[in-house]
């Protein structure tokens, strides 16, 4: 069955950086492309960034654009969110996602809390 496991959230400073990575398995890794999304109490989950499989460049969402960059390891099947400069507004739950066989997956998400 398809699993993402998220990892490395917390607090961090305004200004700061952290690294998310999503380990992921259950379907081919390197032919499907993977999602960052966030969410903050009592809004809708908001996306973030994709990565795709092959040589498309990644996409961004227009707040994250030059401070976020997503990448992915094919040979281990993981998917990182490096996060940069980051604001009070950042903060919220970042989910790991991918479509296969015509449904989403979810992992269960890791915590970012952006203060001072």
């Known amino acids: 069955q398809v699993q993402l496991v998220e990892s490395g959230g917390g607090l961090v400073q305004p200004g700061g950086s952290l690294r998310l990575s999503c380990a992921a398995s259950?379907?081919?890794?390197?032919?499907?492309?993977l999602r960052w999304y966030r969410q903050t109490p009592g809004k809708d989950r908001e996306f973030v960034a994709i990565?795709?499989?092959?040589?498309?460049?990644?996409n961004y969402a227009g707040s994250v654009k030059g401070r976020f960059t997503i990448s992915r390891d094919n040979a281990k099947n993981m998917v990182y969110l490096q996060m940069d400069n980051l604001t009070p507004e950042d903060t919220a739950v970042y989910y790991c996602?991918?479509?296969?066989?015509?449904?989403?997956?979810w992992g269960q998400g890791t915590q970012v809390t952006v203060s001072s």
């Open positions: 996602n991918v479509f296969v066989d015509s449904q989403d997956y």
């Open positions: 990565v795709f499989s092959a040589v498309h460049s990644p």
């Open positions: 259950g379907f081919t890794f390197n032919t499907h492309a």
